[in-house]
């Protein structure tokens, strides 16, 4: 027993003292590194740059926009888009929703198919009710203050949802987890584009249940 536990010690030193630390980009780097319980920066990434790529081939969503600037008399319209709360339906009660809403809001921004408010939404700040407050303060030059009627409403809103699922075959378990994106007009209520991506992987236990 005691020559059993010397031998797991000396190996856990040696692995220690293999140990290094190596600097990535982790927006152009994919290590493929997951785990069970939580969602990783690249899954969420991955799932976000692709649904806009997939927004911009898909024929409904095109449809839409055609008739949205049919309907603004503006070749060049583009709708304003709110993130609405994200759903957690995962494993992982700690989910980083901010980090997730941001790297969907950047995409989307940075696809200049659709403008964000930071008005509405779950990205609604308060800084923006805050700084249209100084109309009343008479050091301010009025001129350039916001004034009544100017904030743009949301025309689009957008829905994020993360499912997970797993099953244990033997020392074997298979996780899932799966991201939904659904798009629907504010003006009609109807869901004019979905996009649902699933990334899964294997986890093996060691024998010595490491």
């Known amino acids: 027993m005691k020559t059993n536990s010397l031998y797991l010690l000396l190996l856990a030193l040696l692995f220690a003292g293999c140990s290094s630390t190596k600097i990535i980009d982790p927006e152009t780097t994919r290590h493929g590194m997951r785990q069970t319980r939580s969602v990783s920066s690249e899954e969420i990434r991955i799932v976000a740059e692709d649904a806009v790529k997939e927004a911009q081939a898909n024929k409904k969503f095109q449809e839409f926009m055609t008739a949205y600037k049919v309907e603004m008399k503006n070749p060049n319209a583009i709708p304003v888009l709110k993130l609405d709360r994200v759903i957690n339906d995962t494993d ?6 901010t980090e997730l809403t941001d790297i969907i809001n950047t995409a989307w921004l940075n696809a200049n198919i659709v403008n964000i408010t930071m008005a509405e939404g779950s990205g609604k700040t308060g800084s923006i009710a805050a700084s249209r407050a100084v109309q009343d303060d008479v050091n301010f030059d009025q ?12 025309r689009l809103v957008l829905r994020p949802k993360i499912i997970s699922n797993q099953i244990r075959d033997g020392r074997t378990k298979s996780v899932t987890r799966t991201f939904v994106l659904e798009m629907a007009d504010i003006k009609t209520g109807l869901i004019m584009w979905k996009y649902t991506r699933q990334l899964g992987f294997l986890k093996k236990k060691g024998i010595l249940g490491l």
């Open 92 to 97: 992982d009660p700690d989910l980083n929703i």
């Open 143 to 154: 001129t350039t203050t916001a004034t009544e009627g100017t904030l743009i409403a949301a």
